[in-house]
């Protein structure tokens, strides 16, 4: 028995099958570009903290490490240290840092002589001067180049002898170490690259006698900050600062702040990601754009070193 061929038997799919089709296709793909998306802004965000994180606690260790075997003596007209805050660090306009530290100390810093201790360069000294310095600039290069720069924190660690010999028992340290300040920035002291901001809020121990009552009291003086001040020194006869009274955190007196001890300081960065600081080299961005820039893609570190007794 032959079956017949009905042409109308093989239907195929209509015009309104195939554009339902389409539609939950292009629903379907839509969607899943959506998802990738968002997968790969949070990879890459995450990479960006890892590689932050990396950087911050580069920078961090090293100068924790450096700030707990700081050391200082009372009794003498001596500077110990030295620290300041540029409002604007130089650069392209697109580029300036609003709160650059710079500062200067003593240490046993147990890399002095070049790590070489024990060997026939250590004298046995063990008191060195360090200095932490924030520069925009190529790491390579030492210089300012339009599309390589970056910001970077340079460490000079003066080794013992020179230490001895141009830094120690000098009334203004800042003014002692300019000699050594054009090596900060040689490609041998890189530190980490990308730290946008670097801050310190030092920790002082403040006596205050109310009557019969004396009493200890923490006082918090940040650097840089809205109405604070630029600048702190340590001497041996006691702290100075520019900080207005306003700004000390509790409100305490200069002269108290000057008597007081200094216990410990918070270091405070802020990291930029390597994506961030090639887009800020656009000098052409707005304010606008700049802000949103670093509000997206800078991350914030900060760690508290308590120093050793005065």
Do not use: H
């Not at 190529?138 to 010999?165: A, C, H, Q």
């Not at 050594?180 to 310190?200: A, H, I, M, P, R």
């Not at 887009?279 to 508290?304: C, G, M, P, T, W």
């Amino acid at each position: 028995m032959k079956t017949r061929f009905n042409p109308k038997s093989n239907k195929g799919f209509t015009l309104i099958e195939l554009m339902v089709a389409m539609a939950i296709t292009t629903v379907i793909v839509t969607v899943l570009v959506s998802i990738t998306g968002v997968a790969l802004d949070t990879w890459q965000r995450g990479r960006s903290e890892i590689r932050a994180s990396r950087q911050a606690k580069a920078m961090l260790d090293t100068m924790a490490k450096d700030f707990e075997s700081f050391v200082s003596r009372r009794g003498n007209n001596f500077e110990w240290l030295y620290s300041k805050v540029e409002s604007d660090l130089p650069g392209p306009s697109a580029n300036q840092s609003s709160n650059a530290a710079e500062v200067i100390f003593f240490t046993a810093a147990t890399d002095r002589y070049l790590g070489e201790i024990g060997s026939a360069q250590d004298n046995g000294g063990d008191v060195s001067c360090v200095g932490y310095k924030l520069e925009y600039q190529d790491p390579v290069e030492g210089t300012e180049e339009k599309n390589s720069s970056t910001f970077i924190l340079y460490r000079l660690l003066v080794n013992p002898d020179d230490t001895f010999k141009d830094l120690l028992g000098q009334e203004d340290l800042d003014s002692a170490f300019s000699s050594y300040g054009s090596k900060v920035t040689d490609v041998e002291n890189f530190v980490c690259e990308n730290v946008y901001q670097f801050t310190l809020t030092y920790q002082v121990e403040v006596t205050q006698t109310t009557g019969s009552t004396t009493t200890t009291v923490p006082v918090r003086v940040s650097l840089g900050e809205t109405g604070a001040g630029q600048e702190l020194r340590l001497l041996g006869t006691g702290i100075e600062t520019d900080a207005s009274v306003g700004s000390l955190k509790p409100p305490v007196s200069i002269e108290e702040i000057q008597a007081g001890r200094l216990t410990g300081v918070e270091i405070g960065i802020t990291v930029l990601s390597d994506s961030a600081v090639i887009r800020l080299n656009n000098s052409a961005l707005s304010d606008e754009v700049r802000e949103k820039i670093l509000a997206q893609e800078s991350f914030q570190y900060s760690r508290v070193v308590q120093l050793p007794g005065m």
